[in-house]
């Protein structure tokens, strides 16, 4: 017990603090400009406080995600210890932190893109993009993918499908219950995507628009790594049940449990810039 409340005690004091050195001006500064380097577009005041406004939303939304996911995680153990993942099973939790972390970022861009100044010049692109425009396919099908792998294996193992020498890292009916969340999450990631999607994009110039497709983008790569992180958290804690402790297997299972940190860590993706603007793009598009 002491363990359990130790580790989400720390994992909250390093969401505070990470949150609070990422707030400093040095560290703003330092982020914004690895962001506007990576696009490669021009920049402009206006173009400097947007990202530096998102960013930061970003990170608000992201250690909220992380507090709820965290407090959520102590209410569960206090009602019933039995249900906190023990061996390979406990890399599940990294799954659903993370997915709480990108689903935090990834909602706060809702409400992120603003107007033009009254009486300012739009300018507007004649086709409305896709979501294939500024997310490659590889990411929604491999959501997809880990989601209906991770139900198959939830079921299989409830209808007696597994080894009976061995005792899973989690109770069947949460790893069940994780197998719904990644199937609801899908569906959940999607209608946000197509929220996201609808937002309105008014911009006086090119620019300003191309800058609004690189940070969409941004948010709705998070959208999808935390439904890939849900389906991961899932597949993990079925993992366990089948194979032992003294398994190789088991540090495959750890190194899929933990791979959604390396995810949410990517670079932000150039893809949108390269698909919606190669004519007028000025950088290789290719970098996408």
Sequence with gaps: MGFVLGFIGAMTALLLVTFWYGSTRRRREVEVFAFIERIGLPMT????SRVDRRLRARSKGATAGGLISL???AVLFGITLDYWPIGVAGASTTGILTAALALGGAVSALG???APQPGAPRFARAQSPSLGDYVHPGWVLGAAVLAVVSAALSIALSIGLRPTTLQGGLPLGAVLALAVLALTGIVAVAALS????AVPQPASSELELQWDDALRAYALRDLWIASIALSTA??????????????PFVFVGLVVGLS?????NLPVSRRPIGRLWEPSATTDPSRC
Excluded: I, R
């Design 234 to 247: 899932a597949f993990v804690a079925g993992f366990s049940w089948l194979f032992d402790y003294s398994s």
């Design 194 to 197: 197509s929220m996201l999607l």
């Design 45 to 48: 005041d206006h173009v400097y």
């Design 112 to 114: 992120q893109f603003t």
């Design 71 to 73: 407090f959520a995680f």
């Design 260 to 264: 959604p940190l390396w995810l949410v």
